[in-house]
C-alpha cells in the first residue's frame, strides 16, 4: 500500500481539483439517492388517480397507508427512530406538494434529479481525470528528471531500452488507473454509501441482511487482485526485454543483415513475445474473469434475497413498495461494487508499475551536488589527478594513477584498448567519481564543485558523436541555446563545416534525422568541433575523434581540431599516435595504470612502450 500513498501523493498536489472532483461525486450520489427514494412515492401515484392529503389543523401530516418503517432494536433503534423522525418532518411538506398530482410531479422531480446527477458527475469525472493526467505529467517528468541525472554506473544497470519501458510503458499504465479508473471510484464509493444508507433508513432488517454479501466479494476480488498484480509485474520486465531487443537489433541492423541473422534475430523476438504472450494470459485470465464471478455471485445473492423480501412482505413487516425502492438501490450498489472489485485488479496490475517506477525514483543519484556546492568563474592554475582508484565492480580500471595539468597545456592518453583511458578522462566532468583518490581543479576538490559550474567550463567531442533530430543550427549551439545564427556560422567555420554545410538544401536549417543519419562521419565530427567552438569552454576533452575517419576525412577534422585547442587545457585520447605528437606531455597507460610519461621526443628516445607503439603504427602505414 505505500506505492499507493506516494501515488496519492502526486494526486494531492492538486488539492482544489480533487476537491472539486470529490463534493461533486458526493452531490451526484445524493441526487441519484433522493431519484430513488422517489420511487415508492412513484409507485402510488401510478396506481392511485390521486393521494388524500389531509388539510386539518396539523398540516404537512399526509395520509399514508404503507407499512410503518421497521427500526432496529435497542439502543441502535432509539437512533434510527431519531434519524427518521428528522428525515420525516424535513421531507413531509416536499413529498405533499409532490404527490398532489404525483402522476405527473414525481416523474418530473425524478427526471430533474437524474439531471443534477449527472451534471455533478460529469464535473467529478472530468475533475478527476484532469487531476490523473497533470500527476502523471509531474511524475513522468520527475522520473525522466532522475533517470537522466544518473551516471554511467547507474547505466550499467539498467540499459537505455529498460528506461524507455518505465518511463513510458509503465507510466502509461498508471495514467489508465491515475486518469480514469480512480475517477470511477470516486463516483462509485459515495453511490453505495448514499444508496446503502437509504436502504437501511427504508428497511433496516432486509438492508442488514444484504450485507453479508459485502465480505464475499472483498475476498474474491481480493484473491483476483494478488493473482493480477504478480503477473503484471513479470508481464512489465518482459515487456522491457522486448523493448531492449528492438533497439539493439535495429540499432545493429546492418550487422544483422551483414551476418544472414535476420531469421536469427525473428526467432529471438517471438521467443520473447511468446513469454510476454505467458504472462499477458495469466493477467487475461484474471482481469477476464473477475466481471464474471462477481455477477454469478450477485446473482445468487440477488435471488436469496429477493425470496427473503417476499417472506419479510406476506410476514407484514415491510411495505412492498419500500422493498421494490431497495432492491432497485441494491441493484445499482452491486454494479457500483462489481465496478469496484474490477477497479481492483486494475489497481493491483498498475502498482506493479508503480513499483517498477518508484525503484528508479528511489535509486540514489551517486554523482551529485554537495550541499554548498561552489560556483568556479574560471580555471587559473590546472588540475590534478591525486593517486586515484576506480573500478566498476570487476577489478580495478585504474589503479593509483596520479598527473598534473597545468592551464593551457595539452596532455594525451595512449596506450591498449581498456587500458583505463576514456575512464580516467571521464573522472574530470563527473560522468563518474573516483572509487579511491581526488581529482582537483585549481586546488579544489570536484565533489565541492557544482556540476552545473564545472561542465559549464568543460567541451567535450567523442569518437561517437550523437547529433540530435533537429537542425544544423540547433545541433551546433545545443550548449548555447541563445547563440544567434552569425556566432553559430562563424562556430561552423572554425570547424571546417561551412562549406558543406552550405551546399546542403535548407544550408544551417536542414534537419539531420535520426542520430544525424545524412551526414558523413567526417562531417557529423566537424558539427560536434563546431558545437564545442561555440560553447568555447577553457577545458576540453577528446575522445578518439578521428580513429573511425579515412584520411580525407581525418585531415579536415585534425585543422578543425588543432585550431579548437588553442588557448585550451585539454586532454587527448588517442589511439592513433601521430595525431598526439604536438602535445605538451604523453601519458601511456597499461591495465589502469601510467607507465611512462613526457614529451614524444623524449619516450621515442626512452625506447619503451610508447617507441614500440609508435614503430609498430609506422610500420603499418
Request: glycine share 8%; aromatic share 8%.
Amino acid at each position: 500500500m505505500s506505492d499507493l500513498r506516494r501515488l496519492g501523493r502526486y494526486l494531492l498536489k492538486f488539492r482544489l481539483s480533487l476537491i472539486v472532483a470529490v463534493v461533486s461525486a458526493v452531490l451526484a450520489s445524493f441526487f441519484l439517492g433522493g431519484a430513488i427514494g422517489l420511487i415508492p412515492d412513484l409507485v402510488g401515484a401510478l396506481s392511485e388517480s390521486a393521494v388524500s392529503v389531509e388539510q386539518s389543523g396539523d398540516a404537512g401530516r399526509i395520509a399514508d397507508d404503507r407499512a410503518p418503517r421497521e427500526t432496529a432494536a435497542g439502543p441502535l433503534g432509539e437512533v434510527v427512530d431519531s434519524l427518521n423522525e428528522r428525515i420525516t418532518e424535513a421531507w413531509v411538506p416536499v413529498r405533499a406538494w409532490l404527490l398532489e398530482r404525483g402522476f405527473v410531479r414525481v416523474p418530473l422531480a425524478i427526471v430533474f434529479l437524474y439531471l443534477l446527477k449527472g451534471i455533478f458527475a460529469f464535473a467529478s469525472v472530468y475533475s478527476f481525470r484532469r487531476v490523473g493526467l497533470r500527476a502523471v505529467v509531474d511524475l513522468r517528468s520527475e522520473l525522466y528528471a532522475k533517470s537522466l541525472a544518473q551516471s554511467d554506473e547507474f547505466f550499467r544497470r539498467y540499459s537505455t531500452a529498460e528506461m524507455l519501458s518505465r518511463i513510458l510503458s509503465d507510466v502509461a499504465r498508471l495514467q489508465r488507473i491515475l486518469g480514469a479508473d480512480i475517477g470511477q471510484a470516486l463516483q462509485s464509493v459515495p453511490i453505495v454509501i448514499v444508496l446503502l444508507g437509504y436502504s437501511f433508513y427504508s428497511a433496516f432488517e432486509f438492508a442488514g441482511v444484504c450485507m453479508i454479501a459485502v465480505p464475499i466479494f472483498v475476498f474474491t476480488a481480493g484473491r483476483f487482485g494478488r493473482r493480477v498484480r504478480k503477473a503484471s509485474h513479470r508481464s512489465q520486465e518482459r515487456s522491457a526485454e522486448i523493448t531492449s531487443l528492438v533497439e539493439e537489433t535495429l540499432m545493429a541492423r546492418r550487422v544483422v543483415h551483414a551476418f544472414g541473422a535476420v531469421g536469427q534475430e525473428t526467432r529471438r523476438f517471438d521467443q520473447a513475445l511468446r513469454r510476454m504472450l505467458h504472462q499477458d494470459l495469466k493477467v487475461a485470465r484474471a482481469t477476464a474473469a473477475t466481471p464474471p464471478v462477481m455477477e454469478v455471485l450477485g446473482a445468487f445473492l440477488a435471488g436469496s434475497l429477493i425470496v427473503y423480501a417476499g417472506l419479510l412482505i406476506a410476514a407484514g413487516r415491510v411495505d412492498r413498495a419500500n422493498v421494490f425502492a431497495v432492491i432497485l438501490a441494491l441493484f445499482v450498489v452491486f454494479t457500483h461494487v462489481r465496478k469496484l472489485a474490477t477497479l481492483y485488479t486494475s489497481v493491483q496490475q498498475a502498482l506493479a508499475s508503480a513499483c517498477r517506477v518508484f525503484e528508479i525514483l528511489d535509486e540514489p543519484v551517486k554523482v551529485d551536488d554537495r550541499p554548498g556546492a561552489l560556483k568556479i568563474a574560471g580555471i587559473k592554475d590546472g588540475f590534478e589527478i591525486r593517486r586515484v582508484s576506480f573500478s566498476y565492480g570487476r577489478g580495478p580500471v585504474l589503479d593509483d594513477v596520479s598527473l598534473t595539468v597545468r592551464a593551457g597545456e595539452v596532455h594525451a592518453l595512449v596506450g591498449p584498448s581498456g587500458s583505463g583511458k576514456s575512464t580516467l578522462a571521464m573522472l574530470l566532468p563527473r560522468f563518474h567519481d573516483p572509487t579511491r583518490g581526488e581529482v582537483l581543479l585549481d586546488g579544489i576538490d570536484l565533489r565541492e564543485i557544482s556540476l552545473e559550474s564545472l561542465r559549464a567550463h568543460i567541451g567535450l567531442v567523442t569518437q561517437e558523436v550523437h547529433l540530435f533530430d533537429d537542425t544544423i543550427a540547433a545541433n551546433i549551439a545545443y550548449g548555447c541555446p541563445s547563440a544567434d545564427i552569425d556566432a553559430i556560422r562563424e562556430a561552423a567555420r572554425a570547424a571546417h563545416a561551412e562549406e558543406f554545410i552550405d551546399i546542403l538544401p535548407q544550408g544551417f536549417d536542414t534537419r539531420l534525422g535520426e542520430r544525424g543519419g545524412q551526414l558523413s562521419m567526417g562531417q557529423r565530427q566537424r558539427i560536434a568541433i563546431a558545437r564545442a567552438f561555440l560553447k568555447d569552454a577553457p577545458i576540453l576533452i577528446l575522445d578518439e575523434p578521428t580513429s573511425a575517419l579515412d584520411a580525407a576525412s581525418e585531415r579536415a577534422v585534425q585543422e578543425a581540431l588543432e585550431a579548437l585547442l588553442v588557448g585550451r587545457t585539454a586532454i587527448v585520447i588517442a589511439h592513433r599516435l601521430f595525431t598526439v605528437t604536438r602535445a605538451d606531455r604523453i601519458h601511456v597507460l597499461e591495465a589502469g595504470r601510467i607507465i611512462e610519461s613526457g614529451s614524444h621526443e623524449d619516450l621515442l628516445a626512452a625506447g619503451r612502450t610508447y617507441a614500440r607503439l609508435h614503430a609498430l603504427q609506422s610500420f603499418g602505414s
